[in-house]
């Protein structure tokens, strides 16, 4: 057998080198990146693990909003208060793109609060309400594709369905199980999948991602997921692969199948779906798909009956504005592609603009200063110096500059902690030629200005010639003054009739 290779299709090395580039994350974890970050991470409502962001540096802190649920049986609620109140925001929930009516000016503007499109969780701050409609609404779905699950079985045909978000192929599991139980049959339930062992085992030691409810379960002794009672019970058969010895061995049909893919396109799906795509009496289960008939089109004809079902993914229309509002963040970054269905026209608590793919967007930064953090016992012996012109306080200090988990930390050298009582003095200021001229003259000095450039060639410079018997020229810019001359006392003394006139420091 002849090997070819692909060129650029990387390797099992590269593959593992990327793989320990990847940091894990705890709920609410903050972690650093380069020193200058500090990222976060909260629940996103939609799966286990699936987030929203926050990233805090030293001129702001950015959100980035993805598809988010306000409603989840099984992860973790959205988390939107832990974004509220940052410099900026950046919306990338595109469920609604699949919506059809249009936001019209003003109808999104009411109080979130007081908001019926909302669930009570997101109006009570203890927690998720069990008789929301949402919650009704999942239910009655899961119910509904598990009695046709079972009809299917009890007809003599076999269920397909292909994993898409695992929470919801757990609660697909659980109430499968149920109803299977509930009519005395004995169906086998398989799934297959090369992760699904570890993926099973993982559910039991992650409960800060999951919902109240299922947390609950954790300190009553029960178990998260039902999975792990069904596997003691051997009532369900997880499998690396569709040709594992256990697999093979345990066979029986008619069965219920979890398996990946959902594109219908890699995995034991496809094996499976050749199989029964023929038999009239057999059922797969799909969640929505945005053009079925081109999903299925490698398997025509196909004769096997087809089930969508659609679960909440993200954030409607008409939730947008109310959630935004209460958000409150300075500018919003919206997708250009949900300009049409969503207008900001009478928003005034923040500004909006519109970002499209591979174009780069400037926003202005909300912080023109950064803040330090400095030791309090260092920071009370500074000896501050006010300029009152300015409106400023200033204090000199040796030491060290250094930024980590997103601010500046300022570290003085021991042997020099603080004074600028034990350092030479620095003049700053911008000289005031006239002064410098009385100056000189009180001193017996006799001096004449004009306008000259300096070496990068800039004019706003001014030129102060010293005659007899100080020699010198004293160049003022805005930035520096410049004395030259060939006696230093005459330097000496040039300096402290400009050191009279500046602020010291």
Request: net charge negative; proline share 4%.
């Amino acid at each position: 057998m002849e090997w070819s290779w692909v060129v650029g299709c990387p390797c099992t090395a590269d593959v593992k080198d990327c793989m320990l580039k990847i940091n894990t994350l705890n709920y609410a974890q903050e972690v650093c990146y380069n020193g200058t970050l500090v990222i976060k991470a909260f629940s996103s409502g939609v799966e286990l693990g699936s987030c929203n962001w926050i990233l805090n540096g030293p001129k702001g802190d950015i959100a980035y909003l993805s598809s988010s649920c306000f409603f989840s049986a099984h992860a973790m609620a959205f988390d939107y208060r832990s974004l509220q109140g940052t410099s900026a925001l950046i919306y990338s929930d595109f469920s609604s793109l699949s919506d059809t009516q249009d936001i019209e000016d003003g109808d999104n503007y009411t109080d979130p609060a007081s908001d019926k499109l909302f669930p009570p969780s997101f109006q009570d701050s203890d927690g998720f309400n069990l008789n929301t409609d949402e919650d009704l609404e999942e239910k009655e779905k899961l119910v509904f594709i598990c009695s046709c699950a079972i009809e299917c079985v009890k007809d003599g045909g076999s269920v397909l369905i292909p994993i898409n978000r695992f929470g919801t192929i757990l609660q697909l599991l659980e109430e499968m199980t149920t109803l299977l139980e509930a009519s005395a049959m004995e169906v086998p339930v398989y799934i297959i999948s090369s992760v699904a062992e570890e993926l099973l085992a993982w559910l039991n030691i992650i409960p800060e991602w999951l919902c109240k409810q299922r947390q609950e379960r954790l300190f009553s002794g029960e178990f998260l997921f039902a999975h792990v009672k069904l596997l003691k019970e051997k009532k369900i058969h997880v499998v690396p692969d569709i040709h594992s010895h256990g697999l093979l061995k345990n066979w029986q049909e008619p069965c219920i199948v979890f398996c990946p893919h959902w594109s219908l396109r890699m995995g034991p799906v496809v094996h499976l779906l050749r199989r029964w795509c023929g038999d009239p009496k057999s059922l797969l289960i799909l969640e929505d798909m945005e053009n079925l008939e081109l999903a299925l089109l490698p398997f025509k004809p196909v004769a096997m009956k087809v089930l969508q079902c659609l679960f909440p993914s993200g954030i409607g229309l008409q939730k947008v504005q109310p959630l935004l509002k209460t958000l409150q963040p300075k500018t919003v970054l919206f997708p250009e592609d949900l300009r049409l269905k969503t207008n900001f026209s009478c928003e005034k608590s923040f500004s909006v603009l519109y970002y499209t793919e591979a174009e780069t967007l400037k926003v202005s930064r909300q912080k023109d200063s950064s803040e330090i953090k400095i030791a309090a016992d260092l920071a009370s012996h500074f000896y501050w110096k006010t300029f009152k012109k300015e409106g400023i306080n200033v204090n000199r200090l040796k030491g060290k500059l250094l930024m980590e988990n997103g601010r500046h930390h300022l570290f003085l050298d021991n042997d020099k902690k603080t004074s600028s009582g034990n350092s030479s003095l620095l003049r700053c200021g911008l000289l005031d030629s006239d002064k410098f001229l009385a100056a000189l003259s009180k001193m017996g000095i006799n001096a004449s200005t004009e306008l000259g450039t300096n070496d990068t060639g800039s004019t706003n410079v001014r030129i102060v010639h010293t005659e007899e018997p100080y020699k010198a020229l004293i160049e003022i810019g805005n930035t520096s003054t410049a004395i030259t001359t060939v006696d230093e006392n005459v330097a000496s003394i040039l300096y402290k009739a400009i050191g009279n006139i500046l602020d010291e420091v």
